[in-house]
C-alpha cells in the first residue's frame, strides 16, 4: 500500500478508520435536515463493514464524509491515527490516494469516451508520481485489468463494448489504481443482474484476500451485506441502531427496526420453508425534517412505550463468544437472543 500522511505512530491493532459523534445537517431553520446524528462507527484493517438502513438513513452522507467531501457539524474523524480534515495541500492530496470509492452505476460513474486503460489510470493524472512513466502505466494498467478478471486486449475498448458487469470491474481497478487502504462501495452491484452481482462480490472478496484493502460496503440488500461483511451497522433516520459482527446481527437482531429487516430478506432453511415470518413495519418513515422525541423508531414499533417518547434511548451492549467488539443497539427494550415482538 501506498503511504500516506505520517500519524502519531498507529499500531497494527488499532482500527483503520475510527468514527465518533459525527453530526452533520443542511439547511436552517424549519428546512434544517440531520442526515447524520452522533454516529460513531470502527473498521479494523482488512475488514468490511456492511451498512445498512432504508433510503434516507443517512448512509450515502456518511460515505461523503470518509471520502472528505463533506465536513461534519461535530464529531472526529480519525483514519490511520489521522484527522482527514486537518490536512492541507500535498498531505490532504497523499491522503486522498488512501480512500477510494466504487460508485453504484458503472455506466454512469465511466467516461463513455475514454477506454477502460484510460479510465483506469485517470487517477494518475492528479496524482503524477505514483506511477511515473508511460511505460510503468502500461504494465500497471495490465495488472489491474488481471486483478479484477479482464483480460490486458479489453484496455482499448470503450464502457459501451462491455457488459455492466465488466463496466464495473472497470470501476474497481479504477479505485484500486492508487492502492488505497480503504474502498467505499455505494451500492456497487444493485444495478446488476443477480448472475453478475455474484462474481462482482466475489472480485472484491479475492481483492481483499489478496491486497488487504479495507472496505466500507453500502447495500440495502441484506443478502449481499451478509456475504462480504465482517460487521454490520444498521441505521435509521441519521442514527446508528444496531451494530455488531455480521453473523450475530443476522441471527439474533437486538433492535425491533433490523429484526424486522430481516424478516423480509429471503434467506431459506435448507429443508424448505421460510426461516422467519416476515414483520411488516406500519406506517411511513417520518420525515428527517421532523424527527419523532425520544426514540426516533418509535412510532413504527409495536413494543413503543410512553418511555420512548420522553426518553431517548441508550445504547445497550451484549458480549460476544469470542469476547470481541459487543454487540450493541439503541433501544429501551433491546430484543433478548431468540425472542421476537411479531
Given at each position: 500500500?501506498?503511504?500516506g ?6 499500531r497494527e491493532?488499532t ?8 453530526t ?5 431553520g424549519?428546512?434544517r435536515l440531520t ?13 468490511t ?9 443517512g ?5 461523503r464524509?470518509?471520502?472528505?467531501l ?30 477510494q ?6 455506466f454512469a460513474?465511466?467516461n ?5 486503460a ?20 502500461e504494465?500497471?494498467i495490465?495488472?489491474l485489468?488481471?486483478?479484477v ?8 475498448r470503450?464502457?459501451?463494448?462491455f457488459?455492466?458487469?465488466q463496466?464495473?470491474r472497470?470501476g ?17 452491484v444493485?444495478a446488476?443482474?443477480?448472475s453478475?452481482q455474484a462474481?462482482?462480490l466475489?472480485?472484491?472478496s ?5 491486497l488487504?484493502v479495507t ?18 451497522t ?7 441502531v444496531e451494530h455488531g459482527a455480521t453473523?450475530?446481527?443476522f441471527?439474533?437482531?437486538?433492535h ?12 431459506l432453511h435448507p429443508?424448505?420453508?421460510s426461516?422467519?415470518?416476515?414483520i ?10 421532523d ?11 409495536p ?10 434511548p ?8 469470542d469476547g470481541?467488539e459487543?454487540?450493541?443497539?439503541l ?8 425472542s421476537?415482538?411479531a
Amino acid at each position: 500500500m501506498t503511504p500516506g500522511p505520517a500519524a502519531e505512530g498507529p499500531r497494527e491493532d488499532t482500527p483503520l478508520l475510527e468514527v465518533r459523534g459525527v453530526t452533520k445537517a443542511f439547511g436552517s431553520g424549519r428546512r434544517r435536515l440531520t442526515a447524520l446524528d452522533g454516529v460513531d462507527i470502527e473498521v479494523g484493517r482488512g475488514t468490511t463493514l456492511g451498512l445498512v438502513g432504508e433510503s434516507g438513513c443517512g448512509k450515502s452522507t456518511l460515505a461523503r464524509v470518509l471520502l472528505g467531501l463533506e465536513r461534519p457539524d461535530a464529531g472526529t474523524v480519525r483514519f490511520d491515527g489521522t484527522d482527514p480534515f486537518a490536512l492541507r495541500g500535498k498531505e490532504l492530496l497523499a491522503w486522498r490516494r488512501r480512500v477510494q470509492m466504487v460508485f453504484q452505476d458503472p455506466f454512469a460513474s465511466l467516461n463513455a469516451r475514454m477506454s477502460a486503460a484510460d479510465l483506469i489510470g485517470e487517477p494518475w493524472r492528479t496524482h503524477r508520481d505514483v506511477v511515473p512513466g508511460a511505460g510503468a502505466r502500461e504494465k500497471r494498467i495490465r495488472e489491474l485489468l488481471d486483478l479484477v478478471g479482464l483480460r490486458t486486449g479489453d484496455a482499448h475498448r470503450y464502457p459501451n463494448e462491455f457488459s455492466g458487469g465488466q463496466r464495473q470491474r472497470i470501476g474497481i481497478a479504477r479505485a484500486l489504481a492508487l492502492d488505497p487502504d480503504l474502498v467505499v462501495c455505494d451500492e456497487p452491484v444493485s444495478a446488476l443482474d443477480l448472475s453478475v452481482q455474484a462474481q462482482v462480490l466475489n472480485v472484491l472478496s479475492d481483492l481483499r484476500t489478496r491486497l488487504g484493502v479495507t472496505y466500507v460496503f453500502i447495500s440495502h440488500d441484506l443478502s449481499v451485506v451478509r456475504h462480504i461483511s465482517d460487521r454490520v451497522t444498521v441505521m435509521y433516520l441519521g442514527k446508528v441502531v444496531e451494530h455488531g459482527a455480521t453473523d450475530e446481527v443476522f441471527e439474533t437482531p437486538r433492535h425491533p427496526y433490523t429484526e424486522a429487516l430481516m424478516s423480509a430478506a429471503p434467506v431459506l432453511h435448507p429443508g424448505g420453508g421460510s426461516r422467519r415470518e416476515e414483520i411488516q413495519l406500519r406506517g411511513e418513515v417520518p420525515s428527517p425534517f421532523d424527527i419523532p422525541s425520544g426514540c426516533r423508531f418509535r412510532t413504527r414499533c409495536p413494543r413503543a412505550e410512553e418511555r420512548c417518547a420522553n426518553e431517548a434511548p441508550p445504547v445497550a451492549a451484549r458480549g460476544t463468544a469470542d469476547g470481541g467488539e459487543p454487540h450493541t443497539a439503541l433501544c429501551h427494550f433491546p430484543l433478548a437472543a431468540g425472542s421476537s415482538w411479531a
